[in-house]
């Protein structure tokens, strides 16, 4: 994998993470080369791609084996498994936080997707991820629900690191921002080393265009047409702006000058679904400083192979044909509202879904370990 792509992404102020947490990325040294060789700065983990690498070898069988003769049930186990490799990850990465300052080297674990609208049971259960990992670089993805936005901030008045996950429309995201100021500086209040407190929002970005792009294909015209693949990096753009916003609370400059640092945006579903698109779509059109943008190996293979990182521009014209995409949006009789938050359930469905499905997975992996 060529690296000079990559770098120029990183010298923009980009910081790359990789969506892919396995056993066999950690033990086969494929995620220690991207770290060493500077190509990424960070991971994040799922239960779709836990689930997956159980079906995809034997690299859990050992800890499945003392797990099944523990007697533990599949979440107990489930439980397990993660934690392990998130260790391992974080300790993987724990010279580039070191490095950074504490910027980056960040890796990033879920809580449970059924506690989403629960916010003191989504803190209750962030509290006991961080403290069973016990690692500096940690990051809790929490869901960004009404009661998410509450947990978000309770967690990071405790000075536990979070990733807000699933935000798909800027109202949302500026209220994600709120929700970190209040938590940094209820932190502050309490005493916490507030330079040590890490927040990423984690801006849901293909799956917009993807709910777009069908209803625009069923109008068929060619004005229709044009409008394709161009509504998600408008959001961005808004959302953007929005949360930038956020940072003009008078309570900001005197926890920045105490080490704070302003939540970063981060570009999640950047995989490219649609064959008409280039697949660096979304990371080419997202280059703007001080942002993570995270993406599968094949997506980061695509960006340093032929990717343009260039820095994009986020000016007042840029701002201005973002606001052009929603008002032709309306043409189409497209409400960008009624999406996100259709984004929003289905996402979370999706997610609790793939919860269930790493639990079915494990059960009977459980039942045919060795003992």
């Known amino acids: 994998m060529r690296g000079s792509a ?23 040294g494929s995620l220690a080369e991207l770290v060493r060789d500077r190509r990424i700065s960070g991971v994040t983990s799922d239960p779709a791609v836990l689930a997956r690498a159980l079906t995809a070898g034997t690299d859990y069988a050992e800890q499945l084996s003392v797990l099944a003769a523990g007697g ?14 998130l260790r391992h990850a974080c300790d993987l990465l724990l010279p580039v936080y070191e490095r950074t300052g504490g910027a980056d080297g960040l890796v990033s674990a879920e809580v449970d997707p059924r506690l989403a609208h ?9 509290r006991e991820l961080s403290r069973e990992i016990g690692r500096p670089n940690l990051l809790v993805k929490i869901p960004a629900t009404d009661a998410g936005e509450k947990a978000v901030a309770d967690c990071l008045a405790e000075g536990i690191g979070v990733n807000a996950t699933l935000i798909f429309s800027a109202e949302r995201c ?67 702006e929005q949360h930038t ?35 660096t779509h979304y990371v080419d059109g997202l280059i703007v400083p001080n942002t993570v943008s995270t993406m599968p190996e094949e997506t980061l293979r ?70």
């Open 302 to 371: 695509a960006v340093a192979d032929h990717g343009l990182t260039r820095t994009a521009a986020w000016d007042e014209s840029a701002r201005a044909h973002a606001r052009h995409v929603f008002e032709c949006m309306s043409w189409f009789n497209i409400s960008l509202r009624d999406i996100t938050s259709q984004l929003e359930e289905e996402g979370l469905k999706q997610l609790t879904a793939s919860w269930h499905r790493l639990l079915d997975t494990v059960a009977p992996t459980l039942d045919g370990a060795p003992r």
């Open 174 to 240: 500026r209220r994600i921002a709120a929700a970190h100021v209040d938590g940094v500086a209820r932190a502050a209040a309490a005493g916490h080393r507030v330079a040590g407190i890490n927040s990423v929002a984690s801006f849901s970005v293909g799956r917009v265009d993807t709910a777009v792009d069908a209803l625009l294909d069923l109008d068929g015209s060619a004005e229709a047409k044009a409008l394709r693949g161009t509504v998600a990096l408008a959001a961005a753009r808004l959302a953007h």
């Open 6 to 28: 990559l770098r120029r992404l990183t010298e923009a102020g980009v910081s790359l993470w990789l969506d892919d947490i396995s056993r066999a990325g950690l033990t086969g």
């Open 245 to 279: 916003t956020v940072y003009e609370d008078p309570r900001w400059p005197a926890l920045e000058r105490s080490g704070a640092r302003r939540q970063r945006l981060l570009w999640a579903s950047t995989a490219v679904k649609n064959p008409d698109y280039p697949d």
């Open 118 to 126: 629960d916010s003191a049971a989504t803190l209750a259960q962030a």
């Open 72 to 85: 533990a049930t599949p979440e107990e186990a489930a439980w397990e498994l993660m934690t392990h490799d």
